[in-house]
């Protein structure tokens, strides 16, 4: 029987579906995994998602070496090493360091899917490489896309549109919001920048001054790394 | 300030929306809103959703003259006058009758926007006149979908897109959920039945045996009566 290949288009929509039967994606394409993925393939040892900035200082008490970012409002939290930014987690940065990463959609995301047969993470950057290794997985595939405050945003959705167009011939089961996003892609897929300016999520990014870091993170196949979650640590996924 | 023009792509997301602000549209394409909205078009003096068959058979004790209709997997519930098919709200049908409904995604949609500025029922057959009336209103616009199972669907995010592309020269803030809605609307609108084949619920519709119904509600603008829900009746709006 085909596998499925299916979309939750935000977190407030996973009950839905049993993910014990599924392969996760993690999708948070502004910015949080784009910026995971970089990190990953830059040599990081582990990133590792938290929902709250007071978790992070935990695990600075206890790991004094471990990185901290953490942005609320566009801004590094003060006394933090960094925020959420693509553009910190260079080599330079971030090889052979723990990272610990407060998201906000992102981790409710991972958190969600924790009882999936496997979590890893997808981005424009690592796009191919995300397929590639889906393919050989022959497990129902569930990407679930982190949204905005719960709710449906573009820049996910197309992602995920994305990602069926390169395995939507492995006879795969669609649903409608895997049909939707693909078709989505289909409209978006020559000029994803530019498709991209007319959401709403757009607008506030702008605001923020992160024009670069949303461009960053359409860069397509970048980086060939895929960040695997493990006793809540995402790292290298070696296969 | 712009007005919002906004969908909610399934009923479990409307808790992310204050519905106290909006105007609200319930779309249940296939078949609910269509046959609510034939029905209502044809006299119906009023329709009544509930969300359980024994619910019906409540209002039967109280109001032996009203029409009763409910459907499980597509056979009409024993005892009962009809089922869901927009076929049975003819004017020979219910003209002057009041019709107790069952259905369930539907009914869920009407339920949980109870809280907003007013209810109206959209569905093709009634499209430019919802959309007409809309522009009369002046108010805030939430088109909620009522999906499958909780999940979203193509045919009623289909029609939500139609709804915008009346609307959207009105200088309406559209959310993500509303660009997408109208994207799709924009791939499917030259030949809606023919975009709609490749759903999931279109095969599930097919198995059982209601493919002239499906048409039937893919009619566009065959009928301007707006259901609008009083005291949890819906009747013909009077404007």
Redesign the interface.
């Known amino acids: 029987m085909d596998k499925k290949l299916e979309v939750c288009?935000?977190p407030?929509?996973i009950h839905?579906y049993n993910v014990e039967e599924y392969v996760v994606v993690i999708i948070d394409i502004f910015r949080a995994t784009s910026s995971i993925c970089y990190g990953i393939e830059n040599g990081a040892e582990a990133i590792i998602p938290v929902a709250e900035v007071e978790e992070c200082l935990a695990y600075k008490e206890k790991h004094p070496e471990y990185l901290l970012a953490a942005e609320r409002n566009g801004e590094v939290v003060k006394g933090f090493d960094f925020g959420n930014s693509p553009f910190s987690y260079t080599t330079e940065k971030v090889a052979g360091k723990s990272v610990v990463l407060t998201t906000t959609n992102g981790t409710q995301a991972l958190y969600l899917s924790r009882k999936a047969k496997q979590i890893v993470i997808g981005s424009f950057l690592n796009l191919t490489a995300v397929c590639s290794w889906l393919k050989t997985t022959g497990e129902n595939i569930l990407l679930v896309c982190a949204g905005?405050?719960?709710?449906?945003?573009?820049e996910d959705?197309l992602f995920a549109g994305a990602v069926i167009e390169q395995l939507k011939d492995g006879a795969y089961?669609?649903?409608?919001?895997a049909?939707?996003a693909n078709?989505?892609y289909?409209?978006g897929k020559h000029d994803i920048k530019q498709y991209l300016k007319?959401?709403?999520?757009s607008e506030r990014l702008k605001q923020l001054g992160i024009e670069e870091d949303i461009a960053f993170c359409l860069n397509v196949d970048t980086t060939t790394a895929i960040p695997v979650l493990q006793d809540n640590r995402l790292i290298r996924l070696i296969f």
């Open positions: 288009l935000t407030a929509l839905l905005w405050k719960y709710n449906f945003n573009l959705t089961q669609l649903d409608d919001p049909i939707a078709d989505l289909q409209l007319k959401t709403s999520h």
